[in-house]
């Protein structure tokens, strides 16, 4: 029988230590922070004995037999139980404090030896056990703890033998605590990070703090420290980066001051870190200090003085293959990435992430919102409606306030000595109230050096204005439209800087717009950043199919409730390759901005604390057809924070079209997670002087025309088209013996709907985008200069419903065999906006490789572009393809001036006289659309050709604003204007 502490909201921890900040010690002759090859860790990682109950009735200390788990891991990730990913909904009844009878829960054991010394102590840590534990040494109970993502302690002295000494621990998928955890992720459960148990000698530090302070050019190291007893002799010692002791103090007091003349600041670009040595007689702990401030003045956020702003994301511990498990391999792979991509803040959504994650980001510089163990989301849908009022259940209940301080708590005492950390998040949607209010409190008395966000607040707001929120220092939103941004700007009584804790909803082709989100952040000093939503998506490995991975997501395990695919929304896969967002985000966030005027670079420096100089040196090309003219370096690009200067480049005069100065920012020097030459982004300015014209060759052998009830045969020696008056376009055509055609093209309004489209289709489909039929009237033809004319009126029209569009096309045939279509389109007025307008063949699928002019190589869109190069650009058509998990629109290109498809021999060419969009695929959209799973798609047996008059932007209206007006295929008139040839 296990005490009842899960369901008890009184009883958060028994015989747990008190919180404190994290810290690994060793030897006084040693000199790590580590917990490997450090003989005061002993690590309990690796094999345990494992027994899975389906519920807890069934639980008993002595099962027949053992299974073996590694440790740390998910069990779910191990065959046992399911998974399940839910976002807002509980996956159990809101019975709170009580959860489901059946609750599955296992039993962990191993066994280890320790040589026991009479003048130590012996504490076991976990740093994160989902959902609570309850700790037996030699079968004697020790304690319990709960909070999913904190650190529980115990010191286990009293329990231990000489010898072997065995440690169970039984854990339960579902405690009180489960209220409070349920944040948009998979939900697993177990042992998911580091055990391990320290050897300490009975005197001790217990606990230190170190504060640091900034004033003129003098700091402030203030450690405080609380020992096991009063008599404690330590000796601290601060040490600077090269390892020179800059202080050195004696004393049995709890308090040292140190001075430092001209200090080295941390901030995220240059993260300096000194290094704290505290030698307690048989004992030393090592630890590293930033000196840093942060503070909001006037409603901007300063660090040491500056302003600054944050360029985040946000992070979940998800990995395709070890679930909440995340290695140290795996926290810096992601830190690189996100270095490399310009990235300097990160919201560790929605739970404290392992210690030392945030020793990794101290030393490599990142800001960190570090948010608290708490998300009550599932409050709001606990009745058949959503009701936001149903936020006050938990959090103005004072039920609840052990719970959330307790929470809140132990975020702060374990992460208060890491600089990286700046903001304190008091969790994720969970409303406020009082517990939130009793938090705030807490933490103010236990750390008022840095800063208090909450989103939630939210709900509250409009009804208790300022009085309701007092204590936290930021009005934070999540996904607001530009009305909205523009409309807080535009309010005289805002108090506070404007963060978005979420934004730009990361989930499939998307997200669009992040230029212009960050040209808004850049242009008010009291907008302090923006988190994307979110880092990675998250998934489950479950094997191979049709030589792909198959990654699982909510659905896919046959769990209820679940909420899809709402958890791929990451800036990365699962295996981090980047999305193409990514590539997005990361030139939006570049740190310079460069335009050209009268022979001169103008750069601008976007960073907050270094001199361009320090960091990049600019390498620029000038190409025209996408060939390269001239090229060249800069190496002195002497630009101050927040600085514009003008820097003088010569370049060779040019005239004509497709004229296109490419300025490139590379690292100077390799840096800890960049290395020399990488390219942080670029600009590119176009220097054309006149818009490219439409090459076409119009002469060769005279034409035939034979014109039928059904088609217009037009032919000459070289090739035979044939213009079907059903669908009122071409539907065979053969050039020099190859069929390049074999069925009609079709005008086509409608893409395979992205996630971004998951609203915005309902109302497609109404419309009948997907579903068009084409309707022709009395087709003419005409014979003018080396060309035949056919002049088709149509219409698009779509079952039950009135026409969607009107079309006067001329079709012009040319004895080269160039073929020309205009298409004067007139849409419905009482039609929505088009996901787009094009002409779609299907080609010959030997014609499998592509050229173009457009944005590229990656895939590009209206709104989606910042992150991509015009230029030429060769490729396969089928490595033009994204391949979504969940299949979806993609690889189209924007701006356009031409598109090629060769098959080696021949080579079939689309021209327009504006630019467009166009895409090439071996794929329909259809198949897109039907399948869940990118393993599932098969080739259409064509290379799909989709020229487009335009394609809409693809937003992030998944989770956020719907796409922006000027995103949008809104025009009522246009012409469709492509010219195409076959040489
Ligand atoms: C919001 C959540 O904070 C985040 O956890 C995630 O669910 C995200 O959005 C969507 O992917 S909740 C949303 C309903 C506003």
């Keep these: 029988m296990l005490f009842p502490f899960y369901e008890d909201l009184s009883t958060v921890r028994v015989n747990t230590m008190p919180n404190r900040a994290y810290y690994i010690p060793c030897s006084p002759n040693a000199s790590t922070d580590q917990k490997t090859d450090n003989p005061r860790v002993l690590m309990l990682n690796g094999t345990w004995n494992f027994r899975f109950f389906e519920s807890v009735s069934q639980f008993t200390f002595s099962p027949d037999c053992f299974d073996k788990l590694p440790v740390p891991s998910n069990w779910q990730m191990h065959g046992y139980d399911n998974h399940q990913y839910t976002n807002v909904l509980y996956p159990i009844p809101f019975n709170p404090p009580y959860v489901p009878k059946k609750n599955p829960c296992a039993l962990y054991e191993r066994t280890f030896s320790i040589k026991k010394d009479a003048d130590f102590s012996y504490f076991v840590n976990f740093e994160g056990v989902d959902s609570c534990h309850y700790l037996y040494i030699n079968d004697q109970f020790v304690g319990y703890s709960q909070v999913s993502h904190s650190t529980a302690e115990y010191d286990v002295s009293a329990f231990l033998k000489d010898g072997e000494n065995k440690i169970s621990v039984v854990v339960l998928k579902w405690c009180d605590g489960t209220y409070v955890e349920d944040q948009d992720k998979l939900r697993m459960s177990g042992i998911f990070r580091d055990v391990y148990l320290l050897s300490r000698p009975s005197r001790h530090i217990q606990n230190y703090r170190v504060k640091t302070s900034i004033t003129g050019e003098t700091a402030n190291v203030l450690v405080i420290t609380e020992d096991t007893c009063s008599d404690l002799l330590k000796t601290i010692t601060l040490k600077d980066q090269a390892g020179n002791v800059l202080h050195q103090v004696t004393t049995t007091g709890t308090s040292v001051s140190f001075e430092l003349e001209a200090p080295h600041l941390w901030t995220a670009e240059t993260p300096y870190l000194y290094t704290l040595e505290l030698t307690a007689e048989n004992e030393r702990i090592i630890d590293r200090v930033g000196v840093r401030e942060i503070c909001v003045k006037d409603k901007v956020v300063y660090v040491n003085g500056k302003k600054v702003k944050f360029k985040g994301v946000n992070r979940h511990d998800s990995y395709t293959d070890t679930g909440y498990v995340a290695s140290m391999e795996q926290i810096r792979h992601d830190l690189t990435m996100m270095k490399q991509h310009n990235i300097n803040a990160i919201r560790t959504s929605h739970y404290p992430n392992r210690p030392e994650f945030y020793k990794l980001c101290d030393q490599y510089g990142f800001y960190i919102i570090d948010e608290c163990d708490i998300e009550a989301h599932g409050q709001v849908n606990t009745t058949a409606e959503y009701d936001s009022d149903g936020y006050a259940q938990i959090s103005d209940n004072p039920d609840w306030e052990l719970t959330i301080v307790d929470r809140l708590e ?254 490139s920012q590379r690292a100077k020097a390799s840096t800890a997670l960049v290395s020399s030459g990488h390219e942080f982004g670029f600009d590119q300015i176009n220097l054309s002087t006149c818009d490219a014209p439409v090459s076409v060759k119009t002469e060769g052998a005279p034409l035939t025309v034979e014109d039928d009830d059904a088609f217009i045969t037009i032919k000459n020696d070289s090739f035979c088209y044939r213009f079907s008056k059903e669908a009122g376009t071409f539907c065979h055509m053969e050039v020099g013996g190859t069929v390049l055609l074999d069925r009609p093209m079709e005008y086509d309004l409608y893409r395979a709907p992205t996630d971004n489209d998951r609203n915005i289709k309902l109302r497609w489909k109404e419309e009948g985008f997907d579903r068009v039929i084409p309707y022709t009237y009395p087709i003419t033809t005409e014979t003018g200069d080396h060309c035949v004319k056919i002049c088709c009126p149509m219409s698009l029209c779509v079952i039950s419903r009135a026409n969607l569009a009107e079309l006067n096309t001329v079709w012009t045939v040319y004895e080269s065999g160039a073929v020309h279509i205009s298409a004067q389109t007139k849409v419905r007025d009482t039609v929505s906006w088009l996901p787009r307008f094009g002409l779609r063949m299907f080609v010959n699928n030997a014609f499998d490789r592509c050229r ?76 897109l659309e039907s399948c869940m799973h990118n393993y599932e798609i098969t080739e259409s047996g064509y290379t799909v050709l989709t020229l487009d008059y335009a394609m809409s932007g693809v937003g992030s209206n998944s989770c956020g604003p719907e796409l922006p007006e000027r995103y949008r295929l809104s025009e009522k008139e246009f012409t469709l204007d492509f010219t195409l040839t076959i040489e």
């Design 410 to 663: 132990r975020l702060v005492s374990r992460d208060m000595n890491r600089p990286c950390v700046v903001i304190w998040s008091l969790g994720n949607e969970s409303g406020f109230g009082y517990c939130f209010k009793q938090g705030i409190k807490r933490i103010r008395q236990m750390d008022n050096s840095r800063l208090i966000h909450y989103e939630s607040t939210i709900v509250t707001r409009e009804k208790e204005k300022d009085e309701t929120y007092e204590g936290i220092d930021f009005e934070s939103v999540m996904y607001p439209s530009f009305e909205w941004i523009d409309s807080f700007f535009a309010r005289e009584n805002e108090t506070r800087p404007l963060i978005l804790c979420e934004f730009a909803h990361a989930m499939g082709n998307g997200p669009g717009s992040l230029e212009d989100y960050y040209d808004i952040i850049y242009a008010h000093d009291d907008f302090c950043g923006a988190f994307v939503w979110e880092w990675c998506d998250h998934t489950v490995l479950m094997g191979e199919k049709n030589g792909k991975k198959m990654y699982g997501y909510g659905g896919d395990f046959g769990e209820f409730p679940h909420d899809g695919n709402f958890c791929m929304d990451g800036l990365v896969y699962p295996d981090r390759t980047p999305h193409t967002g990514l590539l997005e985000l990361k030139n939006a966030a570049r740190p310079a901005h460069i335009t050209y005027r009268d022979g001169a670079l103008i750069v601008k420096n976007k960073l907050d604390f270094q001199n361009l100089n320090d960091v990049l040196y600019l390498h620029w090309t000038l190409e025209q057809n996408g060939e390269e003219i001239a090229s060249g370096t800069i190496e002195s690009v002497d630009v101050l924070p927040g600085e514009t200067t003008s820097i003088p480049v010569s370049l060779p005069e040019t005239h004509g079209a497709r004229v296109y100065l490419t300025v």
């Design 852 to 927: 173009y002019f457009a944005h590229g190589p990656q895939e590009s869109y209206v709104d989606k572009h910042i992150g991509s190069r015009k230029g030429v650009y060769e490729n396969r058509v089928a490595d033009l393809h994204e391949d979504y998990i969940f299949p979806q629109e993609n690889g189209s290109h924007y701006d356009a001036e031409f598109v090629s498809l060769t098959n080696g021999a021949q080579t079939l060419t689309a021209q327009s006289c504006r630019p467009f969009s166009f895409n090439a695929s071996p794929y329909t959209r259809e198949v």
